[in-house]
C-alpha cells in the first residue's frame, strides 16, 4: 500500500471533504450571508436614517428665547439669557438649550450647551451655556431648545407625560 493510498484512506475528520446534500447547507450558508448583510446594512447611519429616528418633541414649540448675551474669552463662550414657557400644562420642565455660533460666511464654528431649569407655564427661566468658539470669527449666534425633561422627582408635583 502506498503512501498517498494509505493517507486517503485514514485522513484525519477534519480534512475530509464536506458533501452537500440536496443542497441544505448551502441554503442555509446564503440565509445566514444574507441576514448578517441585512443586519449591518440597517445599523448603519444612511442620509435620512437620523432624521427619522430623531423626531422633534412638538413642546419645543412651546418654549421662546427672550434674550441672549455672549460672552467670550480666548475660545470660552458663555451664553446668558431667558426662555419663556407658552405652554399651559401643569409640569416644570428642564430645558436643554444649544447655541450655535457663525461666522460672516455662514459656517459653523461653535457650539455652546446648558439647561434651563424648573421652567413652569406662563414663566421665564434662566439659562447659562457653557462652549467654544473661534472668537477670531464670530459674527453671529442662534439660541434653540433641543431637549425637555424634568430630573428630579418633587413633592406635590406631578410627574409630566412620556411622549411617545
Known amino acids: 500500500m502506498s503512501l498517498f493510498k494509505f493517507v486517503q484512506q485514514y485522513r484525519p475528520y477534519f480534512h475530509r471533504q464536506l458533501h452537500l446534500q440536496s443542497g441544505i447547507a448551502a441554503r442555509l450558508v446564503a440565509c445566514s450571508v444574507i441576514l448578517i448583510l441585512i443586519l449591518v446594512i440597517s445599523s448603519c447611519n444612511f442620509p435620512g436614517t437620523q432624521q427619522q429616528a430623531q423626531q422633534l418633541d412638538s413642546r419645543l414649540k412651546l418654549f421662546h428665547v427672550l434674550s441672549e448675551r455672549i460672552i467670550i474669552l480666548d475660545t470660552q463662550a458663555e451664553v446668558d439669557g431667558t426662555v419663556q414657557n407658552t405652554g399651559h400644562d401643569r409640569f416644570p420642565y428642564d430645558v436643554t438649550l444649544t447655541a450655535t455660533f457663525y461666522n460672516a460666511a455662514g459656517n459653523v464654528?461653535?457650539?455652546?450647551?446648558?439647561?434651563?431649569?424648573?421652567?413652569?407655564?406662563?414663566m421665564m427661566g434662566s439659562f447659562v451655556l457653557m462652549g467654544q468658539v473661534d472668537s477670531s470669527q464670530y459674527s453671529r449666534m442662534v439660541v434653540t431648545p433641543?431637549?425637555?425633561?424634568?430630573?428630579?422627582?418633587?413633592?406635590?408635583t406631578p410627574t409630566p407625560p412620556v411622549v411617545p
Open 146 to 156: 433641543i431637549s425637555l425633561r424634568e430630573r428630579r422627582i418633587e413633592k406635590n
Open 109 to 122: 464654528i461653535g457650539q455652546a450647551q446648558g439647561v434651563a431649569e424648573d421652567v413652569l407655564p406662563g
